[in-house]
């Protein structure tokens, strides 16, 4: 089943355009690397899809539901869970408190989110701003988890990270994949560590969908001509 479908969206800050007509295709259980240099539109593309930025031509649809109209908080209640970029948890509230704040009912809940990780189980009273960098993002990912999304999107979530740190969001991801069948579109740097978990990746420049496939057909001169500094 398709979950996520873009086609040829277009969006603008103020006057100035940003997306020029992006394509995004995902399937229901599938995990996509949305890739491209700083500057691209891949932030502004997860801002369409999460209605915190209204499109201004092409379709979006999640789940057969055209997402046209609709307030951020709506799409959400479909089923979208966002790990924004630069973590945001709310600072001053306690670690059980950020995860309460957003949860509804499902297989989410506080002791899964605990047995995934475990520093938050110890830190549950703990408010967020007395948190290091790492344990703010796990807080942020299991708060998106809470809300039990059909999807979940990861805005750069291991960006800042300590490289230790990093191999734990990323075995966290690698989990979510084996054990749940989530959908997950991801944005990270992390060539590497993408191929070893995406099944198809998306790139875009210059607010176009400049390549889309498998990952195992990104070949080097792919990376080098659309990733390459």
């Given at each position: ?46 801002r369409a899809l999460t209605r915190m930025l209204p499109h201004r031509g092409g379709t979006i649809r999640f ?47 506080l002791s899964r989110v605990y047995d995934m990780f475990p520093r938050l189980g110890e830190r549950r009273t ?41 191999q734990e969001i990323w075995a966290a991801i690698r989990k979510l994949k084996q054990e749940t069948g989530l ?47």
């Open positions: 089943m398709t979950l996520v479908e873009m086609r040829d969206v277009t969006a603008f800050y103020g006057p100035s355009q940003a997306l020029f007509g992006v394509d995004l295709d995902m399937a229901e259980g599938e995990v996509v690397a949305l890739m491209g240099r700083n500057g691209m539109g891949k932030t502004t593309t997860i789940a057969g539901c055209s997402l046209a109209g609709l307030p951020s908080h709506r799409a959400a209640r479909l089923g979208i869970g966002l790990v924004p970029e630069g973590r945001r948890a709310f600072r001053g509230l306690s670690v059980q408190e950020n995860l309460l704040a957003a949860a509804r009912r499902g297989p989410w809940d703990q408010d967020a701003a007395t948190l290091s960098g790492g344990e703010q993002q796990m807080l942020v990912i299991g708060r998106a988890l809470t809300t039990n999304p059909r999807l979940l999107i990861l805005d750069e979530a291991t960006e800042g990270l300590a490289p230790l740190v990093r959908s997950i579109l991801i944005v990270d740097k992390s060539l590497k560590e993408l191929s070893h978990i995406a099944d198809r990746a998306v790139i875009l420049e210059k607010g176009r969908t400049a390549w889309a496939g498998p990952m195992s057909e990104m070949t080097q001169g792919l990376a080098d001509r659309y990733l390459g500094v």
